[in-house]
C-alpha cells in the first residue's frame, strides 16, 4: 500500500510532501485535533511508521498510535485518537486501549518519552494480533482479534507536532530475526526434521539432565499425548511460553505412557520404574534444578555430545564482548568447521552444525554460568542451597546480621533480579534489605550488614533508599519491606539508562536511583526478620502461575486442562454443580463432598482459610454461600469474589487480598471486603455496597459475572450492583473465610434471587442501613441520582448515588456525570468528594473537579471530554472562573474548586430568579450567575476531571429554604457577595488616610502609597468568630505584603478624622494593645514575639484568603486559605477587633466571612479547662454543672490488632510496648463519637531511648489494617500528633502546635476531640489545646504510637480517670478549702503544686536552668530539698499542665502573672512562717535582681532596700568567678540622700516587668555540658502580705502596656516593711 496519509483528517491537521507530512496548527495553543488516518486499509504484517518531527513542551502526552475499523472518508473525527469508537484499538503513552476503554495498562514503550526523529509504527499480523513497533523493535502483542480491513491511525496529541509517513512494509529481514516466527515458517523449517520426542523445546538425548527431570515427572504424573515444543524466540530455558497453544510450537503425539526408558536414550541409576508421587512445588523444584543443572554443565556438553560444542561467551559485564568457543565450536556462529559443531550466540538462523545447534536453538545465545545464583562467598552465617538459589542465615533467634549474599555475577541492563521471601521469625525488628554494589564478592570482606558498607553501594531498606549507608530518600514507596510476609517477591532491575528499580510483588516502584554504576552485584541481607529467600527466574506471580500451568500440562494433560466448553443452560440430565476445589488455604478444609468449607480452628487463626470453585463460572450463574458458623474473636470477616487462577496450581495466600498477581486491569482477582472492592489488593471501590463486616450466620453472600464483563455481588439475595467491568470468562468464584468466618456451605436453590437490571449502571435498590435485605419503597424524599447516561470514563454505582472514573491514572477526562432529572427551583444538589488522586498534579490536566447545570436533556447530550467543550446552555463553574456555553464570563468566584480535597461537599442551586448558587461545604458562595432561563429545566452536572475520581450524592440533596438562595444585594451595589449565610462583616468607617471602602463597607481598596492602609472590623469580635479576606489586587512595584492581628483599639474611639490618629502601618501601632501577623512574624504592639509561625503572608497573591479569630482559650489564630496556622499568641483581651494593614504590594481585598449568628442551638464543643481562672471570670457567678452535657460516653477499649510489640492488659484498657522501640501501634475498637473526650494517661518512660508517643485519628476502619512500624507510614485518611506539628497523611500542615510530646512526663493525661464542626482538638490534662486538624470523617478511631521512651499507657475511663484514683480535676485542686473560694471563684494554689504534675522530667530547658544554679554555688540549704516542688514555664511545660496565664491569690484577692518563660528552683520555707493559715491569704509578686544581689538576699531570707535593690545598680562589666560576667552594682553612697532615708522595695505582678533587663541585668555563662555561651537573668517569686505595699506606675517611661492584665498604672508595688515580703522561689531564665 502507498506510505500516504488520507487526506480526510482532525479540524487541525495540516498536510504537506504529497499527504506525507502532518502538523498540527496552532501548536501552543491547541493540545488535540490532530488525528490523520492512513489512505488505504493496512495489508497484514506491514508496519505504518510515522517518523516524529516536531515536538514541543506545552503540553503533557504525546503521540498515539493505533488502527480503526472506521473509513476515514465519512468519519466525524473526534478531538482524539482515544474517542474513536466501533473498532479503535489505540496504543497511548504505555497503556493499550479498545474503543476509548483501557485493555492494557502496561505495554511496550512509553510513548511520551520518545523524542524528534524517533520512529513508530503499527501492524496486524496474519494471526490478527496488533504490534507496536518502535525505532525498529517490535513490542510484543498488544491486542488480539483484529478483524481485517483496518487503517492506521496517528494522533498528534499534546507535545507531538508534527510526523512524517517514513514507510509501510513488512518488516526487514534484520527486523524479523527479532520478531517471532509465524506458525507457517515454523512448520516449514520442521518438515525434514526427524520425529523425535520434544519435550519443552529439547531434543531427546541432547540434555540429560532436563530431560531426565521431565521422565521423572512425567513418570510420575501421568500419560504425556501432546508435548508442545518451545518457538526458537524463548532463548532461555527458564522461561516458558505464556500458553501452549497449537500455533506456538509443534505438537508430537504419542500414545505410550512417558517412563524413563521411552523418553531417554542415557541411562538413569537414579530412576525407579515404579511410580513416585511428586507434588507440584516438587516438580516445579525438580525442573528448576534441571536449568540451572544445565546451566553449570555447559562446559562439558560439547564432549557430550559427540564433538558438536555449544559456543559461550568467556566474560561478563564489560568483557562480554570477548568470547572463546569451547567443544570445537565456533563463537560467532559464522563457521562450522571445528568439531562439526556452531557455537551459538544468539542469532536463531546461524547454520547447524551436529548436534550443537538444536540445543543452541534452545538457549539461544545464552552464555556460561547465565542464570543468577547466589554466590558462594557470602556472610558468616549464610547456609546455601538448591543449587545456591536458596540462602538461609543460621541461628536466627540468636543473631539478626551477618546475613548478607551476592549474585553470582554482575547484573546486565534490563535484567530482573527476584527472590521470594521463604521464612521470617518475629522476634528481631527491621527485616530484608535489597540492592546493589559495585564491590565484586570474591573480594569483599563483608560486613554485619550492608547499610555499614560506606562505598558503592545502593539498597532499600524499609521504605527509603540508603546510599552508601546514608539515608537518601526517606519515603521512597508505599511498601516498606519490613511489613512484607512470607511468599512476597522483591525484585530490583538495573535499566539500561543507569536508572535503578525495585519490584514488590511484580509492581514497579519507580526510579530509586537515577544513575548507577554500570557494573554492579545484586546483594541481599537476612537482616533481622528475614530468615530465608529464594531466586525466582520469573519476575511477577502471573508468570510464575503460567509457567507451572504450561509444564503441567506437558507432563499431566489431564491436571489444569479446561473443561470443554458447557452451555449457559446446561441439561439438567449432566448437572455441573458448583463445589469447593479440593486445594485450598492451609488452615482451611472441605467437606460434605465439596458443599462446606470451613477453618476448624478458627479460634486460633483468622486467616489462611481461602477456598475456591471447582471449575470456572458460567455467565450469568450465581456462585452464592450460606455462612454457617462465626466466632467472635477476631475482627473482619468472609470476603468474597473471583479470580482468573486456577485452583489446581495457585499458591494460595493467606488472604485473597494479598495476591497483587495480574499485569493488566483484566486479569487477577476481584474481592468484595467489608464494604469495598479490590482489584489485585488495590481498593477500586470504597463504598460499595452493605458492610459484610456486619453480617452474621444464616446470611448470604454470592457473586455472578454478566454476560457483558460486569461483577455484581449479592447480600442476603439483594443486589449491590455493579462491582467491576471487563472482568473476563472463565473466572473462578473465590470465597475467603476471615476473621469472624469460620465455615460457608454452597447454596445451590438461587432461583429465588432477583434478575439483575439490565443497565448495569443503574446499581441496586435503595437499601437501609440496618438490613441488607430491606428494599425502600418509592416514596424516598430525595430521588437525586445520577442519570444512567454518562461519559465513557464515567461509572455510576451504589444505586446511582455514587459516579467514579475509572482507569484513573491514566484517563483524566471524558468523566462527565449528570442528574437523573432536572432541578427543581431552590432545590440543592451535593455531592461529596470520596476519592482523589495526585497523578495529575502540576500538569495541564491538573484540575479537580467542575460542576454545574445544563439546560441539555441527557438523553439529547453527546457527552464530550468535557463540559467546557459544549458551547450552548451550559453554566459551569472551574477553579474559580464562571464559565457559560465554554466562555468564561467570571473570574475569581468566592470559592475555588481546585482548592477541595476528599471529604468536601459541593452544592448547587437555581433559585426562583434564576440566580445560580454554590455552596461549598454547606455554605452559600453567592450569586456565580443570574439570568438562567427560568422555568427552563436544568440538570446538575459533575465533571471528574483531572485528580478527582469519586462523589457521592449526599443526604443533604433536596429542596432548600429560598430565603438563602436568593440574593438581596445586586451585583451593581456589592460586587463582591459574601459566601457565607447570614449577615456579612463589614469594615469600620475609620481608617488609614490611603484607604477607600466600597461594596458597603465589604471591600477596602488602597488608592496611593505602599502604607496608610489599615482598616478594622465594624464589631468586636466573638469568641470563635472569624473575620476572613480575600486579596482581590496586588501591586508587585512594592515589597512586603498586607498584615493581619487584632486590636484592643476600638475605631469608634479614633478621631473623626482618622488620618491623625493611625499610624502608616500596623506594625507601629502601639496606642493599644494590638497582635499581628506580619510576614511569617508573630508581634505585639510591634515586639518580635515568634518566628516562622506559619505560611508567610508575604506570600500571598490574588485569590488567596486570610483570616484571624480568637479562640475560647485566649490565643489568636491566623488561617491561611481555610487552613489554621495553630495559636499565634497567647493571653488576648475578650474585647478585640479585627485589624489589617493593605501594605505593600496588597491594594484590595474584600471580606468573605460573615458575622457569628445568635444560634441558641448551635454546637460548641465542651469546656475541658482546670478551674483556674482567666481574665474576667471572678465577674461570673458559677453555673450548676460548669460544663456542657457531653454525649453519653461510649466505652472505649484497645483494638485486638495492633503493632506486632504491643501487649495489652486490663480489659484491653492497658497497652504496653514489650520489646525494641517501634511496632507500637495501637487503636481504639470502637469509632470515637462527636463531641466524647478520649483520655489516656502516660504510665510509664523509657530514657534509653529517644522521641516518644504520637496520637490522632484514623479515618477508615482499623479491623483489617496491617500496621506499620510507626504511625507516620500511614499515609490513607491519617491525622497524627508527633512532638508539636500535626500531619495528615504523613504531611505536615500545622506547626508550634502545643506542647512537644516528646517532653511529656509520667502521669500526664492526654486526650483527644472531634467537636460538632468535624475539628481535632488535643487535651493536655483537661486542657484544650485548640483545633488541631479540620474536616475529620465520620467515624474516626483514637491512634496511639507507643513510639521511643513511651512505653506503656492506659485509657482513662469515667469511673477511674487515672492510674492512682484520682481525677483530673483532682490533681489541680490540690487540697481545697471553703476559705479559698472568693467571690464565686476557685483559688489556684500554685505555691505547693501536686507532686505528680509538677516535674518535666525530660525538659532540656529546666536541665540547662539548673547547670546554671550550680554555677552560681549558692548553699544547697537555701533550697527546698524535694524538687518535685521546682516548676519549669517553657512553652511545653507550662502547657503541659495546662498552666492558666493568670491566676488570683490572697484576701482580699489579686490577679498575678505566671512567669512563663521562666523557671522557678523552690526555696526552703522558715520554720517560723504558719503555710497553712496566714500564709496562703498573702498576694504573689516578683522582684527582678542582679546575680550578685543572690547570696546576700538569701542570707537575710527577705528582699534587702538600698544596695540589694534592683533600682539602685548600675552595671559595669567584670568577669566573675564561675566562668560568668555580671554588672556590679554601685556602692549606697552613690545614692541620693533622701533615697537611702527611705528604704524600699520594688516588686511587680508580673514578670514582663519585673523581668526587663534593667531590673534583672543579664550575664554571660558557658554551658559545662554544651559548651555553648548563653545569657541568664535571675529573680524571685515572693510572697507579699496585704497592706504592706502601694501599687503605683511604671517608672519606666514605657507608652504601650507591657502586660495585657495589668495597667501601666498598676504595674509597680512598692514596700517598705521588711517583714512583709517572703522569698517562695529562685528564677532563672536562660537565652
Not at 525434514?192 to 541432547?206: F, L, N, P, Q, Y
Not at 432541578?823 to 495526585?838: A, N, P, W
Not at 483545633?1331 to 465520620?1338: C, E, L, M, R, S
Amino acid at each position: 500500500m502507498a506510505a500516504e496519509l488520507h487526506p480526510c483528517s482532525g479540524k487541525l491537521i495540516g498536510l504537506s510532501n504529497s499527504n506525507r507530512t502532518a502538523q498540527r496548527n496552532q501548536p501552543v495553543q491547541e493540545f488535540n485535533h490532530g488525528l490523520v488516518l492512513s489512505r488505504e486499509q493496512l495489508k497484514d504484517r506491514d508496519v505504518f511508521t510515522v517518523r516524529i518531527d516536531k515536538k514541543v513542551n506545552s503540553w503533557s502526552g504525546s503521540i498515539e498510535i493505533g488502527v480503526t475499523s472506521l473509513d476515514p472518508a465519512g468519519l466525524d473525527f473526534p478531538s482524539s485518537a482515544t474517542g474513536l469508537k466501533g473498532g479503535s484499538w489505540i496504543v497511548s503513552g504505555c497503556s493499550v486501549l479498545r474503543d476509548g476503554r483501557s485493555v492494557l495498562e502496561e505495554y511496550g514503550r512509553d510513548l511520551d518519552q520518545l523524542s524528534e526523529g524517533d520512529r513508530v509504527g503499527i501492524q496486524r499480523s496474519t494471526h490478527g494480533e496488533l504490534h507496536l513497533w518502535v525505532n525498529g523493535q517490535d513490542c510484543g502483542a498488544a491486542a488480539s482479534g483484529l478483524p481485517t480491513g483496518l487503517w492506521a491511525v496517528v494522533d498528534l496529541y499534546g507535545k507531538c507536532t508534527q510526523v512524517t509517513v517514513v514507510s509501510c512494509e513488512p518488516p526487514s529481514l534484520a527486523e524479523r530475526d527479532t520478531e517471532r516466527e509465524t506458525v507457517e515458517e515454523r512448520e516449514q523449517e520442521d518438515e525434514d526434521e526427524e520425529e523425535e520426542v520434544v519435550v519443552c523445546g529439547v531434543r531427546e538425548g541432547e540434555f540429560g539432565g532436563l530431560t531426565s527431570a521431565v521422565n521423572l515427572a512425567a513418570a510420575t504424573n501421568g500419560t504425556l499425548e501432546e508435548v508442545p515444543e518451545l518457538p526458537p524466540t524463548h532463548n532461555r530455558p527458564d522461561k516458558f511460553p505464556n500458553n501452549l497453544e497449537p500455533e506456538t510450537g509443534k505438537k508430537i503425539k504419542t500414545s505410550t505412557p512417558i517412563s524413563v526408558a521411552p523418553l531417554t536414550k542415557c541411562k538413569s541409576p537414579s530412576f525407579s520404574p515404579s511410580p513416585i508421587v511428586l507434588t507440584e512445588h516438587q516438580l516445579f523444584d525438580v525442573l528448576n534444578n534441571a536449568i540451572v543443572s544445565l546451566y553449570r554443565s555447559e562446559d562439558n556438553v560439547g564432549g557430550d555430545l559427540g564433538g558438536g560444542g555449544i559456543g559461550r561467551d568467556s566474560g561478563t559485564g564489560s568483557r562480554g564482548d570477548r568470547g572463546s568457543s569451547s567443544g570445537g565450536g565456533s563463537v560467532n556462529g559464522n563457521s562450522s568447521d571445528s568439531g562439526g559443531g556452531t557455537g551459538y550466540t544468539g542469532s536463531v538462523n546461524s547454520p547447524a552444525g551436529g548436534g550443537g545447534a538444536r540445543l543452541g536453538a534452545v538457549t539461544g545465545g545464552m552464555l556460561t554460568n547465565d542464570a543468577l545464583l547466589f554466590h558462594e562467598k557470602c556472610g558468616t552465617l549464610i547456609k546455601l542451597s538448591n543449587n545456591n538459589k536458596t540462602a538461609e542465615r543460621r541461628r536466627p533467634l540468636d543473631e539478626f546480621n551477618n546475613g548478607v549474599v551476592m549474585t553470582n555475577r554482575p547484573l546486565r541492563h534490563n535484567e530482573m533480579f527476584e527472590i521470594r521471601i521463604d521464612k521470617l521469625v518475629d522476634k528481631w525488628s527491621g527485616s530484608i534489605e535489597i540492592g546493589v554494589t559495585t564491590h565484586n564478592p570474591n573480594n569483599l570482606d563483608y560486613p554485619a550488614t550492608m547499610t555499614n558498607l560506606r562505598s558503592g553501594t545502593i539498597m532499600m531498606s524499609g521504605c527509603g533508599i540508603l546510599t552508601n549507608g546514608k539515608g537518601t530518600r526517606r519515603e521512597y514507596c508505599e511498601f516498606s519491606l519490613d511489613e512484607l510476609q512470607e511468599g512476597d517477591h522483591i525484585g530490583l532491575m538495573h535499566k539500561a539508562s543507569g536508572a535503578l528499580h525495585f519490584y514488590i510483588n511484580g509492581i514497579d516502584q519507580g526510579v530509586a536511583a537515577a544513575q548507577t554504576p554500570a557494573i554492579v552485584y545484586a546483594v541481599v541481607d537476612l537482616y533481622g526478620m528475614a530468615v530465608k529467600v529464594t531466586i525466582v527466574h520469573n519476575h511477577n506471580h502471573s508468570d510464575r502461575l503460567r509457567r507451572n500451568n504450561a509444564i503441567m500440562r506437558a507432563l499431566s494433560p489431564d491436571v489444569g486442562r479446561p473443561r470443554p466448553a458447557r452451555s449457559l443452560t446446561p441439561d439438567p440430565d449432566t448437572p455441573d454443580r458448583l463445589l469447593f476445589h479440593s486445594n485450598c488455604g492451609q488452615k482451611a478444609a472441605i467437606i460434605s463432598e465439596g458443599r462446606t468449607a470451613l477453618r476448624p480452628h478458627a479460634t486460633d487463626d483468622f486467616n489462611h482459610g481461602v477456598v475456591l470453585s471447582g471449575r470456572p463460572l458460567h455467565s450469568n450463574e450465581v456462585f452464592q454461600v450460606r455462612i454457617d458458623k462465626m466466632v467472635d474473636k477476631w475482627a473482619g470477616s468472609i470476603e468474597i469474589g473471583v479470580t482468573t487462577h486456577n485452583p489446581a496450581y495457585l499458591q494460595l495466600p493467606s488472604t485473597m487480598t494479598n495476591l497483587r498477581s495480574g499485569n493488566t486491569n483484566q486479569s487477577g482477582t476481584w474481592m468484595m471486603t467489608g464494604n469495598g472492592v479490590m482489584h489485585n489488593g488495590t481498593t477500586i471501590l470504597d463504598e460499595y455496597g452493605h458492610n459484610l463486616d456486619r453480617l452474621k450466620a444464616g446470611d448470604t453472600v454470592g457473586v455472578v459475572r454478566k454476560e457483558d464483563g460486569s461483577l455484581h455481588f449479592f447480600v442476603n439475595g439483594v443486589a449491590q450492583g455493579p462491582a467491576a467491568w471487563n472482568v473476563p470468562p472463565s473466572v473462578y468464584a473465590v470465597v475467603d473465610l476471615y476473621g469472624q468466618a469460620a465455615q460457608a456451605t454452597i447454596m445451590d436453590d438461587v432461583a429465588d434471587l432477583p434478575t439483575l437490571p439490565e443497565d448495569s449502571s443503574d446499581g441496586p435498590t435503595v437499601m437501609s442501613p440496618s438490613s441488607p435485605c430491606s428494599v425502600a419503597g418509592g416514596n424516598s424524599a430525595n430521588d437525586l441520582r445520577f442519570h444512567q447516561l454518562h461519559g465513557t470514563n464515567a461509572v455510576i454505582t451504589n444505586g446511582g448515588r455514587t459516579a467514579l472514573r475509572q482507569n484513573c491514572r491514566s484517563e483524566f477526562n471524558d468523566a462527565i456525570v449528570i442528574s437523573n432529572r432536572c432541578l427543581r427551583d431552590g432545590e440543592l444538589f451535593e455531592i461529596v468528594i470520596q476519592k482523589m488522586v495526585d497523578r495529575w498534579s502540576g500538569s495541564i490536566e491538573a484540575g479537580k473537579i467542575m460542576a454545574g447545570v445544563t439546560a441539555i436533556r441527557p438523553e439529547e447530550l453527546e457527552f464530550p471530554n468535557t463540559m467546557t467543550d459544549i458551547d450552548y446552555d451550559t453554566w459551569m463553574l472551574s477553579g474559580t472562573a464562571i464559565m457559560q456555553d465554554g466562555n468564561t464570563m467570571r473570574n475569581n468566584y468566592g470559592c475555588d474548586l481546585d482548592t477541595l480535597t476528599t471529604g468536601s461537599r459541593i452544592g448547587m442551586m437555581r433559585s426562583a430568579t434564576g440566580d445560580l448558587h454554590y455552596y461549598i461545604n454547606g455554605v452559600d458562595q453567592g450569586v456565580a450567575c443570574t439570568g438562567l432561563p427560568p422555568g427552563k429545566e436544568v440538570y446538575a452536572v459533575i465533571d471528574l476531571y483531572g485528580q478527582c475520581v469519586q462523589v457521592s450524592i449526599t443526604s443533604s440533596s433536596g429542596p432548600q429554604d429560598n430565603s438563602l438562595c436568593t440574593s438581596n444585594i445586586t451585583e451593581s451595589s456589592f460586587p463582591i457577595h459574601s459566601p457565607v449565610a447570614g449577615v456579612a462583616h463589614r469594615l469600620h468607617s475609620k481608617h488609614g488616610k490611603n484607604v477607600v471602602l466600597l461594596g458597603e463597607g465589604c471591600q477596602a481598596v488602597r488608592v496611593g502609597g505602599y502604607a496608610h492602609g489599615i482598616v478594622f472590623s465594624a464589631k468586636e469580635l466573638k469568641t470563635d468568630e472569624l473575620f476572613e479576606v480575600k486579596i482581590d489586587e496586588v501591586d508587585d512595584q512594592w515589597s512586603g505584603s498586607l498584615h493581619m492581628g487584632l486590636t484592643t483599639l476600638a475605631p469608634p474611639e479614633l478621631p473623626s478624622c482618622p488620618m491623625s490618629g493611625l499610624s502608616p502601618s500596623l506594625t507601629q501601632l502601639r496606642s493599644k494593645v494590638t497582635w499581628l501577623l506580619a510576614g511569617s512574624e508573630v508581634r505585639r504592639n510591634g515586639l518580635l514575639q515568634r518566628q516562622n509561625y506559619g505560611a508567610s503572608l508575604d506570600r500571598l497573591t490574588v485569590g488567596n484568603r486570610v483570616g484571624v479569630k480568637r479562640c475560647s482559650d485566649d490565643t489568636m489564630h491566623v488561617l491561611i486559605d481555610g487552613e489554621d496556622m495553630g495559636p499565634a499568641a497567647t493571653a488576648v483581651a475578650k474585647n478585640v477587633y479585627a485589624v489589617l494593614d493593605l501594605y505593600g504590594r496588597v491594594t484590595a481585598v474584600s471580606i468573605v466571612s460573615s458575622s457569628v449568628l445568635e444560634d441558641a442551638g448551635s454546637v460548641k464543643a465542651p469546656s475541658l479547662s482546670s478551674d483556674s481562672c482567666s481574665e474576667g471570670e471572678e465577674d461570673r457567678t458559677p453555673v450548676e454543672g460548669g460544663e456542657p452535657a457531653l454525649v453519653p460516653n461510649t466505652v472505649m477499649a484497645f483494638l485486638e490488632n495492633h503493632g506486632k510489640n504491643i501487649q495489652l492488659s486490663h480489659e484491653n484498657l492497658t497497652a504496653a510496648r514489650v520489646s525494641s522501640y517501634n511496632q507500637g501501634l495501637l487503636v481504639t475498637a470502637q469509632p470515637l463519637p462527636r463531641q466524647q473526650l478520649f483520655q489516656f494517661q502516660i504510665d510509664r518512660l523509657n530514657a534509653s531511648w529517644t522521641s516518644s508517643l504520637s496520637l490522632g485519628v484514623i479515618g477508615h476502619s482499623p479491623d483489617r489494617l496491617n500496621f506499620p512500624s510507626t504511625a507516620c507510614c500511614l499515609k490513607r485518611s491519617v491525622w497524627l500528633l508527633q512532638r508539636d506539628s500535626v500531619f495528615h497523611n504523613s504531611l505536615k500542615i500545622c506547626e508550634n502546635y502545643g506542647p512537644n510530646l516528646d517532653t511529656c512526663p509520667e502521669g500526664t493525661v492526654l486526650g483527644l476531640l472531634v467537636d460538632g464542626n468535624s475539628c481535632l482538638h488535643l487535651y493536655v490534662n483537661g486542657m484544650d489545646q485548640g483545633v488541631a486538624a479540620q474536616d475529620i470523617p465520620t467515624p474516626c478511631y483514637p491512634l496511639i504510637d507507643l513510639y521511643g521512651q513511651c512505653e506503656q499507657v492506659t485509657i482513662v475511663t469515667n469511673n477511674v480517670a487515672t492510674v492512682g484514683g484520682e481525677s483530673v480535676k483532682a490533681r489541680f485542686q490540690g487540697d481545697m478549702e471553703k476559705a479559698d473560694m472568693v467571690d464565686g471563684i476557685k483559688e489556684s494554689v500554685c505555691w505547693m503544686p501536686h507532686p505528680e504534675v509538677n516535674p518535666n522530667k525530660t525538659c532540656e530547658y529546666q536541665a540547662l536552668c539548673s547547670r546554671f544554679k550550680d554555677l552560681l554555688t549558692l548553699p544547697d540549704g537555701y533550697f527546698n530539698e524535694d524538687a518535685k516542688y521546682n516548676l519549669c514555664y517553657c512553652e511545653s511545660c507550662h502547657k503541659l499542665r495546662g498552666d492558666e496565664s493568670y491566676h488570683k491569690r490572697g484576701e482580699p484577692p489579686r490577679d498575678y502573672a505566671l512567669p512563663f518563660g521562666w523557671c522557678r528552683f523552690a526555696l526552703r520555707i522558715k520554720p517560723h512562717c504558719d503555710v497553712s493559715n496566714s500564709f496562703k491569704q498573702w498576694h504573689i509578686a516578683y522582684h527582678g535582681t542582679s546575680v550578685g544581689a543572690l547570696r546576700r538576699t538569701l542570707d537575710h531570707a527577705q528582699l534587702l532596700s538600698g544596695t540589694s535593690s534592683i533600682f539602685s545598680v548600675s552595671p559595669v562589666k567584670t568577669e566573675g568567678p564561675n566562668g560568668y560576667s555580671e554588672p556590679e552594682e554601685n556602692s549606697s553612697n552613690s545614692l541620693p540622700d533622701r533615697d537611702r532615708e527611705v528604704p524600699r522595695v520594688q516588686l511587680s505582678p508580673t514578670m514582663r516587668y519585673s523581668g526587663l533587663e534593667m531590673f534583672a541585668p543579664k550575664v554571660q555563662f558557658r554551658d559545662p555540658r554544651s559548651h555553648c555561651c548563653h545569657q541568664a537573668q535571675v529573680g524571685f517569686q515572693v510572697c507579699v502580705r496585704p497592706g504592706s505595699y502601694k501599687v503605683g506606675p511604671q517608672t519606666l517611661g514605657a507608652i504601650e502596656p507591657l502586660d495585657p492584665r495589668f495597667s501601666n498604672t498598676e504595674i509597680e508595688w512598692i514596700t517598705k516593711d521588711q517583714g512583709g515580703t517572703l522569698l517562695y522561689g529562685l528564677l532563672i531564665r536562660v537565652e
